[in-house]
């Protein structure tokens, strides 16, 4: 399975429940909800760099499946987090967060679990 390729979120459930679960102010909550962005995933073998663009916000990541990496939790701040293939799905935890990643043909389903608060995001290629 491969990820690469650049996705539009098209629908979000759930998002500002799970987002006031994780601590983000009501204002950037309502600010972000209905934001379309784009994550553009190349994958090379184990090694993925992700760029997420909301707006004007991008973050960049870079990680090896397996190995610990940084990135930016719901709130912004720096956190460690690992990556794993677990058959086809691309599972992340970082922070008390597990998000797992499938592609079903154009189709990019991102699912991320924050106790019992489940977001789940729909992207489309583009």
Same mark, same amino acid.
């Given at each position: 399975?491969?990820?690469?390729?650049?996705?539009?979120? @098209?629908?979000?459930? %759930?998002?500002?429940?799970?987002?006031?679960?994780? #601590? +983000?102010? !009501?204002?950037?909550? @309502?600010? *972000?909800? !209905?934001? /379309?962005? +784009? +994550?553009?995933?190349?994958?090379?073998?184990?090694? =993925?760099?992700?760029?997420?663009?909301? !707006?004007?916000?991008? &973050?960049?990541?870079?990680?090896?499946? #397996?190995?610990? =990496? @940084? $990135?930016? %939790?719901?709130?912004?701040? /720096?956190?460690?987090? +690992?990556? @794993? $293939?677990? #058959? !086809?799905?691309?599972?992340?935890t970082l922070s008390g967060v597990k998000s797992v990643t499938e592609l079903n043909g154009d189709t990019l389903?991102?699912?991320?679990?924050?106790?019992?608060?489940?977001?789940? &995001?729909?992207?489309? *290629?583009?």
């Amino acid at each position: 399975m491969n990820f690469s390729g650049k996705y539009q979120i @098209q629908s979000q459930e %759930n998002y500002e429940a799970f987002m006031k679960a994780a #601590g +983000v102010p !009501d204002d950037i909550i @309502q600010k *972000r909800k !209905d934001v /379309k962005g +784009v +994550v553009e995933i190349v994958q090379n073998g184990k090694h =993925f760099k992700l760029t997420m663009t909301a !707006d004007t916000n991008v &973050r960049v990541y870079e990680f090896t499946l #397996g190995e610990e =990496f @940084q $990135m930016e %939790n719901f709130k912004g701040e /720096k956190v460690k987090a +690992v990556a @794993q $293939m677990e #058959g !086809d799905k691309l599972v992340t935890t970082l922070s008390g967060v597990k998000s797992v990643t499938e592609l079903n043909g154009d189709t990019l389903i991102n699912t991320v679990t924050l106790g019992n608060i489940v977001l789940k &995001r729909i992207s489309k *290629r583009i």
